[in-house]
Each structure stands twice: as C-alpha cells, then as structure tokens.
C-alpha cells in the first residue's frame, strides 16, 4: 500500500472559490512537501513542510502539517483554470534519500 | 535559469530494441534520480544517483541500468525493451540533503511496441 496518499482521487472547482487537497501518511517523517504536475509537465515543488513546522504558505498556497494525526493539507484560495493540475503529497523520513510520492489528486478549476 | 532537461521528449520502440533516455541539469545538484509514472500509480523510483559513479537501486530497477559519467549527466538505459516498459520517464536532481526540493524535467513518452 502506498506510504503517502491523497485522499481524494479527483475534484473540482470553479475559478475565484477555495479548495483543499488532503494527504495522509504512514511512516515517521523529516519532511512533507506537495508538487504540482500539469498535463505534458513534470511534477513542479510547490511548498515544503518540515516535521517541526506546522503550516507554510506561498501566495495562495498554504500546507499544514499535523505529525499526530500524520496528515497534511494543501489548500489554494482564489482558485485559477490555471491551477488545474494533478497535485501530489511526497514525504521523506531520515535515513533514506527516497521521496515517497503520493497517486496524485486532479485538481479541475472550471471557468 | 535552473533547469532539468530530458532527450528525446517522445520515442517509439520496438520490443527487444535498446533505449537511451537522457538527463541533464544545470544546478551543479549531486543527486539525480529517474522515476516512471504510470496511470494511477503516482512517481515509482527506478534508480537514485548520487554522484558520478554512485549509483543505487530504486523501488523498480529490474529491466533498467543507469549511467552518470558526469555530475550534470544521468542516463536511462532499457537493454532489450519490453511492451510493459510503455511509460512516461522523468528525470529529477537535487542536492544531497534528505528531503530537499526535486527539479524534475518534462518527461519521456516512451512507447514500446
């Protein structure tokens, strides 16, 4: 089974409204960051969340982290058709260089 | 400009052909890696470089063997390609620390007939 995972396999959205991507995972971490990935693209970071920060933004991004519940979030306020994307969670833990990638949510903003 | 490049960007095969996919970045990043992503399936790591010579197997190395003669440079190699071996391939760098941002390129549609 997958070591990170979205939870949602798909949504949407229409352009201007907010949206939340949800991630959950199963090992001990040093790290979460989340990717977005456009169609004909490679995966682009967006945020990185280290295990002792609990929330970070970018612009309209914002990542929370909750070590507890092993959970992060990604939400995009003022959504764009531009921000229509496969958006992944990818975790890392000490002693391994690997990020363990998430399946990916579709994000779809609609006009 | 940070960049990841990958040649070619599109390539068709015919099952038992050999197969050079190539990489390059320009960040002076000392590790390199190359994943395939398949529907559904998210990122799977084939190998990890982290220097030249240095080289580590990933989740999925079977059927794959790499070569990094220069830090800049990563290559893919497909001895004999398979149909199962139908992908997109992506090449990402990074510097050696646990955890740091991966640059990824465009990718390699690879289709294997």
């Known amino acids: 089974s997958q070591l990170a995972e979205e939870n949602l396999w798909a949504l949407s959205v229409h352009e201007g409204e907010s949206v939340t991507v949800n991630c959950s995972y199963k090992t001990s971490i040093t790290a979460l960051q989340w990717y977005r990935q456009k169609s004909g693209e490679g995966p682009a970071q967006l945020i990185l969340i280290r295990s002792n920060e609990r929330e970070k933004r970018n612009g309209r991004l914002r990542a929370t982290l909750d070590t507890s519940s092993q959970s992060s979030s990604l939400s995009i306020t003022a959504t764009r058709c531009e921000d229509t994307a496969v958006y992944f969670c990818a975790t890392s833990s000490s002693g391994s260089w690997q990020l363990i990638f998430g399946s990916g949510t579709q994000l779809t903003v609609m006009p | 400009d940070m960049k990841v490049t990958q040649m070619p960007r599109y390539l068709i095969k015919r099952m038992g052909e050999n197969v050079l996919l190539e990489c390059g970045q320009d960040?002076?990043?000392?590790?390199m890696y190359w994943y395939r992503q398949d529907p559904g399936l998210g990122l799977q790591l084939i190998y990890i470089s982290y220097d030249v010579d240095s080289n580590s197997e990933g989740d999925i190395p079977k059927g794959y063997r790499v070569s990094r003669k220069k830090r800049e440079h990563f290559s893919l190699i497909l001895d004999s390609a398979k149909t199962n071996q139908t992908s997109v391939y992506f090449c990402?760098?990074?510097?050696?620390?646990?955890?740091?941002?991966?640059?990824f390129g465009p990718g390699t549609r690879l289709l294997v007939l």
């Open positions: 960040m002076s990043h000392e590790t």
């Open positions: 990402a760098s990074s510097f050696m620390d646990r955890g740091d941002t991966q640059y």
